[in-house]
T-cell receptor
Framework: EPEVTQTPSHQVTQMGQEVILRCVPI?????FYWYRQILGQKVEFLVS????????KSEIFDDQFSVERPDGSNFTLKIRSTKLEDSAMYFC?????????????FGPGTRLTVL | DAKTTQPNSMESNEEEPVHLPCNHS???????IHWYRQLPSQGPEYVIH???SNVNNRMASLAIAEDRKSSTLILHRATLRDAAVYYC?????????????FGKGTKLSVIP
């Protein structure tokens, strides 16, 4: 069964450094998402991406964040200058469509630790 | 998205049926009811969804109240692998929003 993959599984970085989290969505999916989950808290939506542009973003997704689909398979989340509060699990997801019945398939996550 | 209310936690014995409730009293006519779950240290996973009628799939059943103000996710025989946080999420066909809005969910513990 196709699945969403994410690399790395764990990223440790120093405050102020840039990080890039990588995702490979399911191959025939057209919509891509990033969510994050701070330890012990809810899963929070960050951004959705379709047709090479952001289609929706949350208040969390400020100028420090950017997303890109650099080639036909990868989908990346860049955090320009990491802060301590960016420490969280970051989940990538993808879906065929964006309708109310479309399932979002999530990857296993990247644990980001900012020191 | 309309708000949902779920118990914080539930327990079940292994191989027993589990009924996970969700209240959504402000649901609109176009809201679909989705259930996702999150196993420990994993990403969320789709379980089932429905609009008005009860639904069955290989993972679970979804029972939707006639007035749609509540629903119940039914796991017919809980296994240890079903220990997870279960999220009840409403998705509005007319809202134009892409995101899933997760609440705190119900943490299901399965006792061997």
């Amino acid at each position: 069964e196709p699945e969403v993959t994410q690399t790395p599984s764990h990223q440790v970085t120093q405050m102020g450094q840039e990080v890039i989290l990588r995702c490979v969505p399911i191959s025939n999916h057209l919509y891509f998402y990033w969510y994050r989950q701070i330890l012990g808290q809810k899963v929070e939506f960050l951004v959705s991406f379709y047709n090479n542009e952001i289609s929706e973003k949350s208040e969390i997704f400020d100028d420090q964040f950017s997303v890109e689909r650099p080639d036909g398979s990868n989908f990346t989340l860049k955090i320009r200058s990491t802060k301590l509060e960016d420490s969280a699990m970051y989940f990538c997801a993808s879906s065929v469509g964006r309708g109310e019945t479309d399932t979002q398939y999530f990857g296993p996550g990247t644990r980001l630790t900012v020191l | 998205d309309a708000k949902t209310t779920q118990p914080n936690s539930m327990e079940s014995n292994e191989e027993e049926p589990v009924h996970l409730p969700c209240n959504h009293s402000t649901i609109s006519g176009t809201d679909y009811i989705h259930w996702y779950r999150q196993l420990p240290s994993q990403g969320p996973e789709y379980v089932i969804h429905g609009l008005t009628s009860n639904v069955n799939n290989r993972m679970a059943s979804l029972a939707i109240a006639e007035d749609r103000k509540s629903s119940t996710l039914i796991l017919h025989r809980a296994t240890l692998r079903d220990a997870a946080v279960y999220y009840c999420i409403l998705r509005d066909s007319g809202a134009g929003s892409y995101q899933l809005t997760f609440g705190k969910g119900t943490k299901l513990s399965v006792i061997p």
